[in-house]
């Protein structure tokens, strides 16, 4: 057990040294400052590693996770996560990534007391009692399980686009636009849902709108005299 624990500092030191073979300064500009163009929202199984599947760099992905990539609003984790990429990092992109065989999912799907679990899961379950018509149509469980795991992104998604920063930034500057992704771990391909965020943002907006669009729409006369 301690050998198994003890690699991680062994491979730790040998990437520093691939690192600094590359670049002399890449921790010095690493440390530095961020500024990365996407916040990944994902899964925390630990076969779904976000900026390897991306292709990213340190530094290029802010990257919060969490047991079948739920936003639930009352988790002041995602919250504050997505306040400070919003507000502060100021990200393009807000990618909820989501993966097939993903355990929390199965587990909402099944008639089971998970214990502490349960009020977490219950948001997924929520996601099934929505889209329960559709589900339920599909005949083969590992098909009906893959779409609850596309429609459970498709939900958080929306989660998401519901949160007053978001909307606000938005409408000021156009960005950051919400993606909704499915990592399929059989072939390593990120499949893009395509999920219409613009459309979605409007047929919510009546019932969901935060903003005080005078409000904001005035920042943004100001920005625009500003720039």
């Known amino acids: 057990m301690k050998k198994s624990y003890e690699v991680i500092f062994e491979n730790n030191k040998k990437w520093v040294e691939s690192k600094l073979a590359e670049d002399q300064h890449f921790f010095k500009t690493l440390s530095s400052s961020q500024t990365p163009e996407y916040l990944y929202i994902g899964c925390s199984d630990s076969r779904v590693s976000a900026e390897e599947m991306m292709g990213m760099k340190p530094g290029e992905v802010f990257v919060t996770r969490n047991v079948a990539n739920v936003v639930n ?12 990429a919003v507000e502060h990092l100021k990200v393009k992109h807000i990618i909820v990534c989501g993966h097939y065989g993903c355990g929390g999912v199965k587990a909402a799907m099944t008639p089971e007391d998970f ?19 559709e589900l339920d149509s599909i005949k083969e469980d590992h098909l009906r399980y893959d779409r609850l795991v596309e429609l459970n992104v498709q939900e958080q998604c929306i989660n998401v686009i ?17 993606h909704g ?5 059989k072939t390593g391909k990120i499949i893009d849902l395509e999920i219409d965020f613009e459309n979605i943002l409007k047929d919510i907006q009546k019932i969901y709108n935060l903003t005080n669009s005078n409000w904001v729409m005035s920042r943004k006369n100001n920005k625009n005299l500003i720039g």
Request: proline share 4%; charged share 20%; glycine share 2%.
């Open 73 to 84: 609003t009352l988790d002041m984790s995602s919250t504050a996560v997505i306040q400070y």
């Open 115 to 133: 214990g502490l679990m349960n009020p977490w899961l219950r948001t997924i379950r929520d996601v099934y009692r929505l889209h329960q018509a």
């Open 162 to 178: 519901k949160m007053a920063v978001v909307q606000e930034q938005y409408l000021l500057d156009e960005y950051p636009i919400v």
């Open 181 to 185: 992704w499915v990592f399929d771990m």
